[in-house]
């Protein structure tokens, strides 16, 4: 994995606030790239860490091939790996950890706030939340369902069922934030909805925002206004429960 650290004025303390971050795709890759969200978090004094877990490019078919038919599975494995690191690091302090993702990084920030309860807050971004009603309303079609879960719900729901992260909504105690835009056609907003109204049922710590006339894209080609509201709300989101006051 990679670990971005906060710029010298930012080192407000020894250890300091972590932020997980992870990948959409899945069938994507990190690596030396520049993404302007990496570099927001760090320069408000977060360690920034990613990686690149079964799952992705540039590994090799079989890196890439090895969550089809098991999202939550290997991926999972990985990313238990990597949190183990996070914590092991003395610089991090490891009681306030975030953990946020896009697409199917929003899928994982969502499994993993469902399996451990490692992290103080979670951002879930245009996320994948129920495969079974994905299959009826995303771009994509049942094939995108099928190709990564390696079922259709009708044919072996049971196995669609449990790659769903609002499967383990009951155990998600993490003060999580949704963000999502009303107009994205790959991942649509009654993902978003769904997970929102059953924590705000059971009375957890959850909000939703979403953005008006935006779609998949919005955090690389949205309105400039949007995607720097998006950005506040991240941040102010991993302020308020991570403790680190934002750079202006």
Known sequence: ?????????????????????????????????????????????????YSNPRGSKGYGRDHCDAIRNDWGGADWVDMQAVIAMM???????????????????????????????????AVAQRSIVNHLSKVGTADNGPEGTRNETGEDPWSNLEQVWRQSPVAYAEDMHTPLLIVHSDEDHRVPLEQAEQLFAVLRWMGREVEMVIFEGENHGLSRGGRPGNRIERLRRISGWFDKYLGTKPSE
């Not at 994995?1 to 795709?25: D, F, N, T, Y």
Request: aromatic share 14%; charged share 20%; proline share 5%.
């Open 1 to 49: 994995c990679w670990v971005m650290r906060p710029p010298k004025e930012a080192k407000l303390k020894k250890s300091k606030p972590a932020i997980l971050q992870i990948h959409g795709g899945p069938h994507c890759q990190y690596g030396w790239m520049f993404f302007h969200e990496f570099q927001c978090l760090a320069s408000a004094g977060y360690t920034v860490v």
């Open 87 to 121: 914590r092991k690091d003395k610089t991090i302090n490891s009681k306030n950890m975030g953990v946020m993702g896009g697409s199917y990084g929003g899928y994982m920030t969502n499994w993993i706030v469902g399996h451990t309860d490692r992290f103080a807050a």
